[in-house]
């Protein structure tokens, strides 16, 4: 039974996984958006570790891919604790399992200016620790809306992100199951300044003429995705998302490529 529980609770977690956030360095910029709180069953506690394969641009805007492997580790405990590489450290507050709504504190992983060439006289954004918010809610077993707010990033620590989305996913066949998503990600004037903006300092250090963008959508992203399970505690995704930036952050002189392609193919195992 309890493997049984487990494995339905992991059905879930693949309509999430069709949003395609996993943990990864800031060339996987949607790292933290979405909160996956799945993997236990009612009542339990739960632990998954594997490992994530990721490819997506340097930086968003690049023109360039970054290839990566990195672990993968969450741990969810009944009483509403959880802790992991792709949630943060935070705290569920509700007992409806439709719904998760809570708090949690996550860090921005910046980015450094030896990325790549196209950020040279940049400078870095240092690593941040950010915190905030999120709302899921589960429609049916099939249809899932998800919210998130994070504050804290960027080298003045005011940068927000407001990210939501929604995921669609259904089973194929007894160990088979595709998810569709949709996500779109809104950001205050400092973290868009951060991110895609070039000051009058940096535009003397790095040719890029001076460049002050607002509030705004910095992209809107698609995914698709198939998962297989091994057995119930074991399972492979593999998902695509296309990636296109918005308003200002389109605009920006640091951005070479205003749509691309990321890739994940993560192996999990909850035990």
Request: charged share 15%.
């Amino acid at each position: 039974m309890k493997l049984k529980l487990t494995a339905v609770r992991s059905f879930k977690s693949a309509a999430l996984l069709a949003c395609l956030t996993v943990a990864a360095p800031s060339a996987f910029a949607q790292a933290f958006d979405v909160v996956r709180l799945f993997g236990a069953a009612p009542g339990e506690d739960g632990r998954s570790v594997g490992l994530t394969f990721v490819s997506a641009a340097e930086y968003q805007g690049s023109r360039d891919r970054r290839n990566m492997i990195l672990p993968s580790l969450m741990y969810q405990w009944a009483n509403g604790w959880f802790a992991g590489t792709g949630n943060g450290i935070g705290y569920n507050f509700s007992k409806d399992p439709a719904l998760d709504v809570g708090l949690r504190l996550t860090v921005d992983l910046g980015r450094k200016e030896d990325r790549s060439s196209a950020l040279t006289g940049m400078g870095d954004i240092d690593i941040k620790p950010t915190y905030g918010g999120f709302l899921n809610y589960s429609i049916n077993r099939e249809f899932t809306l998800t919210s998130s707010l994070r504050y804290g990033s960027g080298n003045s620590s005011n940068g927000m992100v407001i990210d939501v989305g929604a995921a669609y996913s259904t089973q194929l066949a007894p160990s088979w199951r595709t998810g569709l998503g949709v996500s779109t990600s809104y950001v205050n004037a400092a973290y868009m300044q951060d991110y895609f903006g070039v000051t009058p300092g940096q535009s003397l250090t790095s040719g890029y003429a001076a460049y002050s963008p607002g509030a705004g959508f910095r992209d809107v992203r698609a995914s698709a995705s198939l998962t297989y399970f091994l057995n119930p505690r074991t399972v492979v995704t593999g998902a695509l998302s296309g990636n296109a930036l918005q308003g200002d952050a389109k605009d920006s002189p640091l951005t070479q490529k205003t749509t691309f392609l990321s890739g994940v193919v993560q192996v999990s195992y909850a035990f």
